[in-house]
Antibody, heavy 122, light 107 residues
Framework: EVQLLESGGDLVQPGGSLRLSCAVS????????MNWVRRAPGKGLEWVST????????YYADSVRGRFTVSRDNSKNTLILQMNNLGAEDTAIYYC???????????????WGQGTLVTVSS | DIQLTQSPSFLSASVGDRIVITCRAS??????LAWYQQKPGKAPKLLIY???TLQDGAPSRFSGSGSGTEFTLTISSLQPEDFATYYC?????????FGQGTRLEIK
């Protein structure tokens, strides 16, 4: 089973920045698309971003596009989410998740980290 | 964007009951639908992918069906550990979207 461990969550002021990391324990990290999903307090799951296996193609939710940047370092088995210009609406637990089988499209998010808490407040 | 609407949003049931949760998509998504279970303080756990394929390790009392715009998750005989929140997710197109969730509680 693949292990995913997020880090970097913190309390940050509105307008601030934060960098989340996700360390993935598998030697085939470079074979998988990777994702970020968040859950705000009292709300449901919200997809945030996806990056393909090579790191070339990236996708974002409208709510974060232009403020968040996803990247990966396949040599270090690490997924990154750079978050800028944070607002209260970004307060959430952020999960990294590995995509399942991907043909023309992916089938699922089959492994998840335990999440890291981001709180945006003055 | 493809909207997913789950029903019901809240369900009260007893151990041993058979329950069905429905997920309706605002447009056709073929079979690019997954189901997740989330318990308080825990990460989501994949149960079903490609609409009806049981994830390795998921109990066989869980089953999925449907294609196009209407999908169901069935739990054949509720166990105490099944009381949780369930989400459907479409992966047919970006932005990927989740249903609003169905909270399953013990009656």
């Amino acid at each position: 089973e693949v292990q995913l461990l997020e880090s970097g969550g913190d309390l940050v002021q509105p307008g601030g920045s934060l960098r989340l990391s996700c360390a993935v324990s598998t030697f085939t990290f470079g074979s998988f698309h990777m994702n970020w999903v968040r859950r705000a307090p009292g709300k449901g799951l919200e997809w945030v971003s996806t990056i393909d296996a090579s790191g070339v193609d990236t996708y974002y939710a409208d709510s974060v596009r232009g403020r968040f940047t996803v990247s990966r370092d396949n040599s270090k088995n690490t997924l990154i989410l750079q978050m800028n210009n944070l607002g209260a609406e970004d307060t959430a637990i952020y999960y990294c998740a590995k995509s399942g089988h991907c043909g023309a499209k992916c089938s699922s998010f089959d492994d998840w980290g335990q999440g890291t808490l981001v709180t945006v407040s003055s | 964007d493809i909207q997913l609407t789950q029903s019901p949003s809240f369900l009260s049931a007893s151990v041993g009951d058979r329950i069905v949760i429905t997920c309706r998509a605002s447009q056709g998504i073929s079979s690019y639908l997954a189901w997740y279970q989330q318990k308080p303080g825990k990460a989501p756990k994949l149960l079903i992918y490609s609409a009806f394929t049981l994830q390795d390790g998921a109990p066989s009392r869980f089953s999925g069906s449907g294609s196009g715009t209407e999908f169901t998750l069935t739990i054949s005989s509720l166990q105490p550990e099944d009381f949780a929140t369930y989400y459907c997710q479409q992966l047919d197109s970006f932005p990927i979207t989740f249903g609003q969730g169905t909270r399953l509680e013990i009656k």
